[in-house]
């Protein structure tokens, strides 16, 4: 069984601030972590993805993520906001054995000017 | 490059009519899927299909029905369609034969209003 929670539905930073946005996975397997980006009115795309081959993983627009197995974690950080990365969020998790993804409810970030 | 493409994109129903949700991929995946998404509930899964031929139910499958027609289209019908279905529909596929196995790849969404 496997399963994702979002912490936070919403987060609100400052342009220029830090992004973190928290999530915590539960597997019975080592897992596959995912982190998509949603913008509006649009399909989700990839940002970045963990495959055990390293714990600190960089996506695409300066976003990077951490794997923690002890904290059973893979928040997704930037260290500088920009407005443009105003979005839905999603953590999914996956496994060798599993037929399919887990998606959490996902975190909307807003980005204040 | 069109990845997974999905019509119609837009869609007004009345209740009680039907339609199907089209889907196709060009990236010769094995695995397609049909999720919901709603304010406030993340995506659903509603149906998916771990390769041509097969198909099995999701979290939400109740008042849907879907066809693996071949490799690159999966469809989702909608029989009698009722008010609870408005909602962003998105197809998704991905193959066991990338690392990680399982990155999905989404379409555009289908909004579909039910009046």
């Known amino acids: 069984a496997q399963s994702v929670t979002q912490l936070g539905s919403h987060v609100s930073v400052s342009e220029g601030a830090l992004v973190l946005l928290r999530c915590n996975y539960s597997s019975s397997v080592p897992p596959y972590l995912f982190w998509y980006v949603q913008y509006p009115n649009q399909g989700l795309q990839l940002l970045l993805k963990y495959t055990s081959a390293a714990t600190l993983v960089k996506g695409i627009n300066g976003f990077e993520a951490e794997f923690k197995k002890s904290e059973t974690s893979f928040h997704l950080t930037k260290p500088s906001a920009h407005m443009s990365d105003a979005a839905e969020y999603f953590c999914?998790?996956?496994?060798?054995?599993?037929?399919?993804?887990?998606f959490g409810d996902g975190t909307t970030l807003t980005v204040k000017p | 490059n069109a990845g997974v493409t999905q019509t119609p994109k837009f869609q007004v129903l009345k209740t009680g009519q039907s339609m199907t949700l089209q889907c196709a991929q060009d990236?010769?995946?094995?695995?397609m899927y049909w999720y919901r998404q709603d304010p406030g509930m993340g995506l659903r899964l509603i149906y998916y299909s771990a390769s041509e031929g097969t198909t099995d139910k999701g979290e939400v499958p109740n008042g849907y029905n879907v066809s693996r027609l071949n490799k690159r289209e999966f469809s989702l019908r909608l029989e009698s369609a009722a008010p609870s279905q408005t909602s962003v529909y998105f197809c998704a596929s991905s193959t066991r034969q990338e690392i990680p196995q399982n990155t999905i790849y989404f379409g555009e969404g289908s909004w579909l209003t039910v009046v």
């Open positions: 990236m010769n995946h094995n695995s």
């Open positions: 999914a998790v996956s496994n060798t054995n599993a037929g399919k993804s887990t």
